[in-house]
């Protein structure tokens, strides 16, 4: 790749002068990747004791009251790193939290009836068709033909048994796709982990109705409860707060090329924790949607070079 990489950053501060670089972007999103997957692996385990809704909804509250508790100093009047929330400010984080929480019961009610690398990979093209509507060319029309291609060979596979499952999985795919572009609006407001904290609160308000009535097993055994916090640290205390520093850092085309490992390390992360086996049409159909993604990318890297948008 010819694209010339941002400088390398020290998590959880700036770059402030002198201080030598420690992570660079991709860096962090790998960390978060690995994180976000044993996140699922381990939601997926549990979901013949609790309910994937219930599941999805205690992991978005579990994160939202960690965040909130880290970064109170940003969202109480008062403190001395206090800044006024704006109308816009909040609409945006809602909306994020919304999306967030829609897409994890999405996921989670998909990937309790399919394959975990299955499902995520009919889940990008989400974020795909995001990344190729930015730049509208040759490359990307056949980038997302690949896309397709792909997913409607591992969704076809599934259509005849299991359409619920795709259902689902698109679903999830579409609130992904709101996840990446509200995203950088979040991102922008420079509140730390305080937006995507007050986002989960209120997502997890709206999740509500349809988890929390299902949750009475968590809330009686000390093992679901610390398993179900774990999958909340996981899969978003730990790997949002990284998606964050990183929307902050890189480009809408990088950051596709970079959500192709999810797709993989689910897949490998399930054939050996949940001995999920992949035939050789489903790992066609992976393959076929990482090609379109490494494919487009070529084209957006000269444009992103010294672009200083943030990440969608």
Known sequence: MTEASPPAVVLGSGNE???APVFSPEAIFVLAGLSQNSGSLLAKSLFGEIEPATVAWFRVSFAAVVLLAFS?????PGARTYRRWTRA???ASAVFGISIAAMNTFFYLGIDRL?????????FIGPVAVAATRRRSKRNAIAVAFVVAGV???SGIELGNNALGVVFILGA?????????????VARQDRGVAGLGVGLLIGAVGLAPFGA??????????????LCCLVGLLGSVISYSL???????????RFALLLALIPVTGAVFGFIALDERLSLVDMGGIALVLAGVIYQQRDAAPADAGSTEPLP
Not at 115 to 123: C, H, S, W
Not at 247 to 252: C, G, K, L
């Open 213 to 226: 009535p299902s949750s009475g097993p968590i809330f009686t055994s000390s093992r679901l409860f610390v």
């Open 17 to 19: 002068p002198g201080r």
């Open 173 to 185: 795919s579409a609130m992904w796709a709101t996840y990446i572009v509200v995203g950088s609006r």
């Open 243 to 253: 998606d964050q520093h990183v929307m902050r850092r890189i480009q809408p085309h």
């Open 115 to 123: 394959a975990l690398g299955k499902g995520l990979a009919i889940e």
């Open 152 to 154: 409607s060979l591992l």
């Open 89 to 91: 400010d909040l609409i």
């Open 72 to 76: 109170w100093r940003q969202w109480v």
